[in-house]
């Protein structure tokens, strides 16, 4: 009885298993227009999702930047995929228009057969997934813009044998053992630099750095020991390194630059370049090369480079040309200048040019400047833009191989009153960009490598090329034709910048017909206490001197001065005499620490732009309110500033852009800002206060294009921790900085506007009853901050703790947020306290955490396989952390992918074991830079790490793939055996990998 009751159980199973199937396969033919429909409609999702993606990678690939990895594989197998499906969807409709038609009973294997295909859309669902990814998120890795050096391009020297055989020469002097120092000599604008540059480029395989720095006729050692400061760390090292001193005038103290030389330190080449043979001499070059002129033929060669072939082809204007190239006398920057000037230009305007070149240079001066006068004067005249003209000729007034700030560009011009029909400050800034964008075009002025010193912010090196672009330069010998031209020609400029001089006491039969006379950097503290007569000077610039005092009289005998600059000097008192310049319209007092009192500027009816940073001000001047047709007004770092008088601001009807910081104790600060609100034309405001309570609540920030607001004050983090440059990109630049014991939930009014409005950067100082950011933050807005800094908030323990509001289970956590900083957070021991499956960071481009000694882990696989965007994660001083990633995989996938990732540093992570402890391959298509500093790790972690782009310096190269803790330990090995050999007491390891 019981053996039967078995057997039909197994019966009853078997049956029934057998039901199932018969209902699925009959299902496969009752239902196949169904499954074909939803077949169709994920076919058409992925086509959808697979145009979008495409089309992302057109716009990438237009504007130059490279796609993270994987994205073109992906849109490879969606499009093999789609083809497929395409073809199957073909087929179904081809057997709807036969079988199909001859009714449900017609072709019941057909049915079936289409039915049951319908239903793998697996492939289509695993695509889209994947796709999500990329349809979501930025698949494109910002190319930043090369340095000086790596942005120099190889020229084309053939057919010119002169600048050949020199860099011949170089080369071999460089490879030579036995020579440290070589010279470069010739006449300006003959190529030295640029030889210099192209023999860096060709070399630079066999050093481990290559540093580049210009010297001038006034040495500025601590830019030298700042752009000379990496090479020399690691020539200390043992490394090979290359210095390259640009224009030196006169002998140098090497010692005094911190430049190592002699026979200790044969690793450091020297190559330096010169006007003059006898400064190699007195610079003990063992190697002095010769740059000559080229001859015609070669002249020609280098000319047609620059103007194209067409002055081949046109026979009608090769002849004209190649007079216009023997007029520039061999000299590489004419040829340039002029071939640049001349290159779109019809051929009677190139015998024109040619006419004008064969004119004589004004006489009695330096027979090189005298050669090159003609050729830099026609390309003046041919700029056909007379801003761009008077742009060129004010940047003469600055010292030698200054780097030029075009706001200050902006001031003065605005000052002189050189814009026709100006709209506004913003106006002005667009056109000197413009006017200085030609001159690049015509090669008369240049970019600037901008460097920092060390700091977290001067290791974003993509930030220092965003400031670079603020600023310009002049070569010197073209600098010193616009100096000739503006006496010669138009203006009469007087300029000793950057002379060293102590005094300036000029006669009174000094020339009266100067427009401009520039005593900038020098020494200065007398200036005459007599009066002398400058009827038609314009521009008086006099910053960073030593003046304590400026006499009455000196002033009056300048009546027509429109800008003067006094800044940085150490004057408490101005001269009465002031009051007299009624045609002033540009001001700078800056940086005169004991000046407080300046009623004598209200006076001043005329004035635009009033700049009085770091000054002995105390209150808000009331002689403020006088100057009606102000513009731009900097109050800046001014201890102790309050506003005490009302109605001053109000007064200002027109202006549009207003810096100014009040200090702790600073009274009517509410009161200034509700009438600031009411100023119709102001535009960017940059506001530093020290309570949240001063903020009137109704405060608008919608019609401002830019901000830099700071609520707070912390004398630790006072200040915005970037070059002032950022002042001058208001219309990008919006940031708030909150430094306050207490935050208030929920926020007042005009934060959560001001948010809301921008999505400003915000950076949040000594915040002690914040804990979190999700949930304390969360509803204010914070999930939509791109930028979010926290600094000493001592009682954050974790960025996202456990949520249980609506909808928490669904919501993914800080998916927009790009940039990333943890600072001083001494209690933060997570960066999230809940479920790995809350968080997502697909969006994150920088991770910065500096002093977060709690700290011990940071990513778990699953999170840091959506690390797609990021490109910087810097990790220092974090004693307690043990790994940086952790766990296994989940799926079978065992791939963590850093597309974009470029630069990795960890420093002072005493407990580090492992970047990564699991078993997962890990590829950094990206990476190119590894910097590991004081840490006790001996190994990187197990597994595979392909590094294809990351070139150790100790010349252990990783090509393909390549276990990162093998070269990690013999980078280690060879460290403490260096130091065992120097005898010298061990420290903990130090080695960094870059490219």
């Given at each position: 009885m019981a053996e039967g009751v078995v057997v039909t159980s197994v019966v009853d199973?078997?049956?029934?298993?057998?039901?199932?199937?018969?209902?699925?396969?009959?299902?496969?033919?009752?239902?196949?227009?169904?499954?074909?429909?939803?077949?169709?409609?994920?076919?058409?999702?992925?086509?959808?999702?697979?145009?979008?993606?495409?089309?992302?990678?057109?716009?990438?690939?237009?504007?130059?930047d490279n796609l993270v990895h994987g994205v073109e594989d992906w849109v490879n197998a969606a499009a093999a995929e789609i083809l497929k499906a395409e073809e199957f969807i073909t087929d179904v409709g081809n057997a709807k228009k036969t079988c199909f038609g001859i009714g449900v009973c017609g072709n019941w294997r057909t049915l079936h057969h289409y039915g049951k295909k319908a239903t793998e859309i697996a492939p289509l669902m695993e695509l889209q997934g994947r796709g999500t990814v990329y349809d979501n998120n930025e698949i494109a890795i910002y190319t930043p813009a090369p340095q000086q050096l790596d942005v120099y391009q190889k020229k084309n020297l053939d057919g010119i044998i002169t600048q050949n055989s020199a860099l011949g020469d170089i080369i071999t002097a460089i490879k030579d053992e036995s020579i440290q120092i070589i010279g470069i000599y010739g006449v300006g604008g003959v190529g030295k630099t640029t030889l210099a540059m192209e023999v860096a480029a060709r070399v630079k395989n066999i050093f481990a750095a290559v540093a580049f720095t210009t010297i001038s006729q006034t040495v500025d050692a601590n830019k030298v020991k700042s752009d000379t400061e990496i090479a020399t760390k690691r020539m200390m090292k043992g490394e090979k390194v290359l210095i390259i001193l640009d224009d030196v005038w006169e002998e140098l103290n090497l010692d005094e630059l911190c430049i190592p030389c002699g026979f200790n330190h044969m690793s450091c080449k020297i190559l330096l370049t010169s006007r003059s043979e006898d400064v190699c001499v007195r610079m003990n070059a063992q190697s002095k090369i010769c740059v000559n002129s080229l001859p015609l033929k070669e002249a020609w060669i280098l000319f047609k480079h620059v103007v194209g072939d067409k002055v081949e082809i046109d026979i009608n204007l090769k002849s004209v040309a190649m007079e216009v190239a023997n007029e520039c006398g061999g000299l590489p920057l004419m040829l340039n200048v002029i071939g640049n000037t001349l290159k779109n230009k019809d051929v009677h305007l190139w015998k024109a040019a040619l006419t004008q070149l064969q004119k004589n240079a004004p006489v009695g001066i330096d027979p090189s400047i005298r050669k090159a006068f003609t050729r830099l004067k026609l390309s003046y005249d041919y700029l056909g833009n007379e801003e761009a003209q008077w742009c060129f000729l004010q940047c003469s007034m600055f010292p030698e191989d200054y780097k030029i700030l075009l706001e200050d560009l902006v001031h003065y011009r605005v000052g002189l009153e050189k814009f026709k029909e100006l709209e506004s400050m913003e106006d002005a800034r667009s056109r000197v960009q413009n006017s200085v964008n030609i001159l690049k075009s015509c090669s008369l002025l240049m970019d600037v490598d901008v460097k920092f010193k060390p700091s977290a912010l001067s290791r974003n090196a993509e930030f220092e090329l965003a400031v670079s672009k603020y600023y310009v330069k002049m070569h010197d010998v073209v600098r010193d034709v616009a100096l000739l031209i503006a006496t010669t020609c138009t203006d009469d400029f007087l300029v000793k910048a950057g002379k060293g001089l102590r005094e300036w006491l000029p006669r009174n039969n000094i020339p009266q017909n100067y427009t401009g006379i520039s005593l900038i950097h020098n020494y200065i503290y007398k200036l005459p206490e007599y009066s002398i007569s400058f009827p038609h000077l314009e521009a008086l610039h006099l910053q960073s001197n030593r003046l304590s005092s400026i006499s009455d009289e000196f002033i009056e005998g300048m009546k027509n001065v429109r800008v003067l600059n006094l800044a940085f000097n150490k004057i408490s008192s101005l001269p009465q005499s002031l009051a007299g310049l009624s045609k002033l319209r540009m001001l700078n007092l800056s940086g005169n620490k004991s000046l407080c009192d300046i009623s004598v500027l209200g006076e001043l009816k005329g004035i635009e732009i009033l700049i009085l940073n770091k000054t002995g001000i105390k209150e808000v001047p009331e002689c403020i309110g006088q100057l009606i047709n102000i513009r731009r007004l900097e109050l800046r770092e001014c201890v102790g500033l309050s506003y005490t008088i009302q109605g001053v601001i109000l007064n200002l009807l027109r202006l549009e852009e207003l810096c100014i910081d009040f200090g702790i104790d600073s009274n009517g600060i509410h009161e200034f800002l509700v009438e600031v609100s009411c100023l119709s034309k102001l535009t960017c405001l940059r506001l530093r206060a020290p309570s949240v309570n001063d903020i009137p609540e109704a405060l608008s920030f919608q019609k401002l294009k830019g901000f830099d607001i700071q609520i707070g004050t912390s004398k630790r983090y006072w200040g915005f921790r970037k070059p002032v440059i950022v002042e001058y990109t208001w219309t990008s630049e919006r940031h708030l900085t909150l430094k306050v014991d207490y935050l208030v939930f929920p926020f007042l009014k005009w934060m959560k506007n001001l948010i809301e409005v921008s999505r400003p950067n915000i950076t949040l100082n000594e915040i002690e009853n914040l804990n979190n950011i999700v949930p304390d933050l969360y509803r204010e807005v914070f999930n939509h901050l791109e930028y979010i800094k926290l600094v000493a908030c001592h009682n954050v323990t974790c960025l996202v703790d456990r949520y249980d509001g609506e909808g928490s289970t669904k919501e993914k956590f800080l998916m927009e947020v790009k940039d990333l900083r943890l600072e001083d957070c001494n209690n933060l021991k997570v960066l999230w306290n809940c479920p790995d499956e809350f968080i997502s960071l697909p969006n994150l481009v920088i991770l910065h955490i500096h002093q977060c000694r709690k700290l011990v882990r940071l990513f778990p696989v699953s999170v840091a396989q959506g690390l797609i965007s990021l490109k910087e994660l810097h990790i220092e001083d974090c004693h307690d952390l043990e790994e940086v990633i952790w766990g296994e995989a989940e799926t079978a996938a065992k791939i963590i992918v850093f597309p974009c990732l470029t630069n990795i540093r960890l420093s002072s992570l005493h407990e580090l074991k492992n970047f990564y402890t699991g078993s997962c391959t890990i590829?950094?298509?990206?990476?190119?830079?590894?910097?590991?500093?004081?840490?006790?790790?001996?190994?990187?972690?197990?597994?595979?790490?392909?590094?294809?782009?990351?070139?150790?310096?100790?010349?252990?190269?990783?090509?393909?793939?390549?276990?990162?803790?093998?070269?990690?330990?013999?980078?280690?090995?060879?460290?403490?055996?260096?130091?065992?050999?120097?005898?010298?007491?061990?420290?903990?390891?130090?080695?960094?990998?870059?490219?």
């Amino acid at each position: 009885m019981a053996e039967g009751v078995v057997v039909t159980s197994v019966v009853d199973k078997v049956i029934d298993s057998m039901f199932v199937v018969a209902k699925k396969e009959i299902g496969y033919m009752w239902n196949y227009k169904q499954y074909v429909e939803k077949y169709r409609s994920e076919v058409q999702k992925l086509k959808d999702m697979k145009g979008r993606i495409q089309q992302k990678i057109e716009l990438a690939k237009n504007k130059g930047d490279n796609l993270v990895h994987g994205v073109e594989d992906w849109v490879n197998a969606a499009a093999a995929e789609i083809l497929k499906a395409e073809e199957f969807i073909t087929d179904v409709g081809n057997a709807k228009k036969t079988c199909f038609g001859i009714g449900v009973c017609g072709n019941w294997r057909t049915l079936h057969h289409y039915g049951k295909k319908a239903t793998e859309i697996a492939p289509l669902m695993e695509l889209q997934g994947r796709g999500t990814v990329y349809d979501n998120n930025e698949i494109a890795i910002y190319t930043p813009a090369p340095q000086q050096l790596d942005v120099y391009q190889k020229k084309n020297l053939d057919g010119i044998i002169t600048q050949n055989s020199a860099l011949g020469d170089i080369i071999t002097a460089i490879k030579d053992e036995s020579i440290q120092i070589i010279g470069i000599y010739g006449v300006g604008g003959v190529g030295k630099t640029t030889l210099a540059m192209e023999v860096a480029a060709r070399v630079k395989n066999i050093f481990a750095a290559v540093a580049f720095t210009t010297i001038s006729q006034t040495v500025d050692a601590n830019k030298v020991k700042s752009d000379t400061e990496i090479a020399t760390k690691r020539m200390m090292k043992g490394e090979k390194v290359l210095i390259i001193l640009d224009d030196v005038w006169e002998e140098l103290n090497l010692d005094e630059l911190c430049i190592p030389c002699g026979f200790n330190h044969m690793s450091c080449k020297i190559l330096l370049t010169s006007r003059s043979e006898d400064v190699c001499v007195r610079m003990n070059a063992q190697s002095k090369i010769c740059v000559n002129s080229l001859p015609l033929k070669e002249a020609w060669i280098l000319f047609k480079h620059v103007v194209g072939d067409k002055v081949e082809i046109d026979i009608n204007l090769k002849s004209v040309a190649m007079e216009v190239a023997n007029e520039c006398g061999g000299l590489p920057l004419m040829l340039n200048v002029i071939g640049n000037t001349l290159k779109n230009k019809d051929v009677h305007l190139w015998k024109a040019a040619l006419t004008q070149l064969q004119k004589n240079a004004p006489v009695g001066i330096d027979p090189s400047i005298r050669k090159a006068f003609t050729r830099l004067k026609l390309s003046y005249d041919y700029l056909g833009n007379e801003e761009a003209q008077w742009c060129f000729l004010q940047c003469s007034m600055f010292p030698e191989d200054y780097k030029i700030l075009l706001e200050d560009l902006v001031h003065y011009r605005v000052g002189l009153e050189k814009f026709k029909e100006l709209e506004s400050m913003e106006d002005a800034r667009s056109r000197v960009q413009n006017s200085v964008n030609i001159l690049k075009s015509c090669s008369l002025l240049m970019d600037v490598d901008v460097k920092f010193k060390p700091s977290a912010l001067s290791r974003n090196a993509e930030f220092e090329l965003a400031v670079s672009k603020y600023y310009v330069k002049m070569h010197d010998v073209v600098r010193d034709v616009a100096l000739l031209i503006a006496t010669t020609c138009t203006d009469d400029f007087l300029v000793k910048a950057g002379k060293g001089l102590r005094e300036w006491l000029p006669r009174n039969n000094i020339p009266q017909n100067y427009t401009g006379i520039s005593l900038i950097h020098n020494y200065i503290y007398k200036l005459p206490e007599y009066s002398i007569s400058f009827p038609h000077l314009e521009a008086l610039h006099l910053q960073s001197n030593r003046l304590s005092s400026i006499s009455d009289e000196f002033i009056e005998g300048m009546k027509n001065v429109r800008v003067l600059n006094l800044a940085f000097n150490k004057i408490s008192s101005l001269p009465q005499s002031l009051a007299g310049l009624s045609k002033l319209r540009m001001l700078n007092l800056s940086g005169n620490k004991s000046l407080c009192d300046i009623s004598v500027l209200g006076e001043l009816k005329g004035i635009e732009i009033l700049i009085l940073n770091k000054t002995g001000i105390k209150e808000v001047p009331e002689c403020i309110g006088q100057l009606i047709n102000i513009r731009r007004l900097e109050l800046r770092e001014c201890v102790g500033l309050s506003y005490t008088i009302q109605g001053v601001i109000l007064n200002l009807l027109r202006l549009e852009e207003l810096c100014i910081d009040f200090g702790i104790d600073s009274n009517g600060i509410h009161e200034f800002l509700v009438e600031v609100s009411c100023l119709s034309k102001l535009t960017c405001l940059r506001l530093r206060a020290p309570s949240v309570n001063d903020i009137p609540e109704a405060l608008s920030f919608q019609k401002l294009k830019g901000f830099d607001i700071q609520i707070g004050t912390s004398k630790r983090y006072w200040g915005f921790r970037k070059p002032v440059i950022v002042e001058y990109t208001w219309t990008s630049e919006r940031h708030l900085t909150l430094k306050v014991d207490y935050l208030v939930f929920p926020f007042l009014k005009w934060m959560k506007n001001l948010i809301e409005v921008s999505r400003p950067n915000i950076t949040l100082n000594e915040i002690e009853n914040l804990n979190n950011i999700v949930p304390d933050l969360y509803r204010e807005v914070f999930n939509h901050l791109e930028y979010i800094k926290l600094v000493a908030c001592h009682n954050v323990t974790c960025l996202v703790d456990r949520y249980d509001g609506e909808g928490s289970t669904k919501e993914k956590f800080l998916m927009e947020v790009k940039d990333l900083r943890l600072e001083d957070c001494n209690n933060l021991k997570v960066l999230w306290n809940c479920p790995d499956e809350f968080i997502s960071l697909p969006n994150l481009v920088i991770l910065h955490i500096h002093q977060c000694r709690k700290l011990v882990r940071l990513f778990p696989v699953s999170v840091a396989q959506g690390l797609i965007s990021l490109k910087e994660l810097h990790i220092e001083d974090c004693h307690d952390l043990e790994e940086v990633i952790w766990g296994e995989a989940e799926t079978a996938a065992k791939i963590i992918v850093f597309p974009c990732l470029t630069n990795i540093r960890l420093s002072s992570l005493h407990e580090l074991k492992n970047f990564y402890t699991g078993s997962c391959t890990i590829k950094y298509p990206s990476l190119v830079k590894l910097s590991v500093d004081s840490c006790y790790m001996e190994t990187w972690g197990p597994g595979i790490h392909e590094t294809p782009n990351l070139k150790f310096v100790d010349d252990v190269p990783l090509d393909g793939t390549y276990s990162i803790d093998e070269a990690m330990v013999k980078s280690v090995q060879a460290w403490l055996s260096y130091w065992v050999k120097q005898s010298l007491e061990l420290k903990p390891p130090v080695f960094r990998h870059e490219l």
